[in-house]
């Protein structure tokens, strides 16, 4: 390819721009382009987008959403507007005041097993912060008795929270709300890498990486990501099962507050406290990361994006296919330094199949 330049229409230059609209789809409060881009010729200082870039921004730590029935916005009914409705078991839940900075107060049911993060999340949705990019859950500050509650895993009851009280509220903005704009360059990307898994079935055949079976992603096609040199060596990356060598996971992650496959799949026996930790889930199976990534529109056509990682699992929690209930395991990894992105994969998808 030496230095010859692309020219609008090449099939090379639409490669490029179809990881752009995947990219901005999966990074949240980012709008990444391509210099082909008209917005492009606008910017009087380009950002290019960088694999440490985009790991803050696509590895980013995730949790199961708490139950929705834990912490819920009070609606007095019509009838009796004074007092709060009940369960169906009959008994009031503690309710609480949640208090804003624009002098707005709105009241909260509180289960007794409900966390920080249960009431911050409660907050995000019934409030319809969740709409804008330039919010997330992780933003909101919670203040009570003039002490603020930092640890999102402790209960609220703990917190000294009882039937009455009313906790501060403050929402802040993502740090340079607005989108900002990336550029992503061909050199981003590791094209001898790339491998077009759309009309692959490899079902009664067996990969590994890392000791661990290896699903590629058939049916899609994995635009690779130049990561040779970026850590201290390369072994993480074999095919061979050297030693150093990491398995294979893949992670859907949407804007709407980066859950990513931990979204859904957890009933009311499972949500209990740290039952699987904080931390950055995701699983070796491309077909259940898929389904909770979001869709996006490219010139027409919908398109899903997962991406495709490896992972240190000595440092990381295996949850059973049986417990996840989602037909195969997860993987939660506390630090994202051992859960590298190395491959976009990318698959178009009919309208019907999405909704």
Not at 62 to 91: K, L, M, N
Not at 146 to 156: A, H, Q, T
Not at 223 to 245: H, N, R, S
Request: aromatic letters at 10%; proline letters at 5%; a negative charge.
């Amino acid at each position: 390819m030496g230095n010859a330049q692309s020219t609008p229409g090449d099939p090379e230059d639409a490669s490029l721009d179809l990881v752009a609209a995947a990219l901005t789809n999966m990074m949240p409060g980012s709008k990444v382009i391509t210099k082909n881009d008209p917005l492009y010729s606008t910017l009087s200082n380009p950002q290019l987008l960088t694999y440490k870039i985009l790991s803050k921004n696509v590895i980013v730590e995730s949790r199961p959403e708490p139950d929705p029935g834990i912490v819920v916005e009070q609606v007095y009914c019509a009838i009796c507007r004074s007092a709060p409705c009940r369960t169906d078991q009959g008994r009031p839940d503690t309710i609480i005041t949640v208090q804003f900075l624009n002098g707005q107060s709105h009241k909260f049911s509180v289960d007794p097993r409900a966390t920080v993060y249960g009431l911050k999340w409660s907050i995000f949705k019934s409030k319809g912060f969740d709409e804008y990019s330039q919010y997330d859950v992780n933003n909101i500050v919670l203040t009570f008795g003039r002490k603020e509650l930092n640890d999102d895993d402790r209960l609220l009851t703990n917190c000294g929270i009882k039937d009455g009280s009313t906790v501060q509220c403050a929402v802040k903005l993502r740090e340079g709300a607005g989108p900002t704009i990336l550029v992503l360059d061909g050199k981003f990307l590791d094209p001898d890498y790339n491998f077009d898994f759309t009309h692959i079935n490899d079902t009664g055949t067996e990969h590994k990486r890392g000791g661990h079976i290896y699903k590629h992603p058939c049916g899609w096609k994995r635009m690779a990501i130049k990561v040779t040199g970026q850590y201290e060596d390369d072994d993480w990356l074999g095919c061979f099962g050297l030693p150093g060598e990491w398995p294979v996971s893949y992670h859907g992650t949407a804007k709407e507050g980066v859950e990513g496959i931990t979204k859904e799949g957890y009933d009311e026996t499972k949500l209990i406290r740290n039952l699987h930790g904080a931390g950055h889930y995701s699983t070796p199976d491309i077909g259940v990361a898929a389904g909770y990534a979001t869709s996006f529109l490219y010139r027409g056509k919908w398109y899903k994006a997962v991406m495709q990682n490896r992972v240190n699992l000595e440092n990381t929690t295996i949850v059973p296919k049986e417990e996840t209930g989602a037909g195969a395991e997860y993987y939660v990894t506390p630090s994202s330094d051992d859960l590298r992105a190395y491959g976009i994969c990318i698959k178009e998808f009919e309208l019907c199949s999405i909704m």
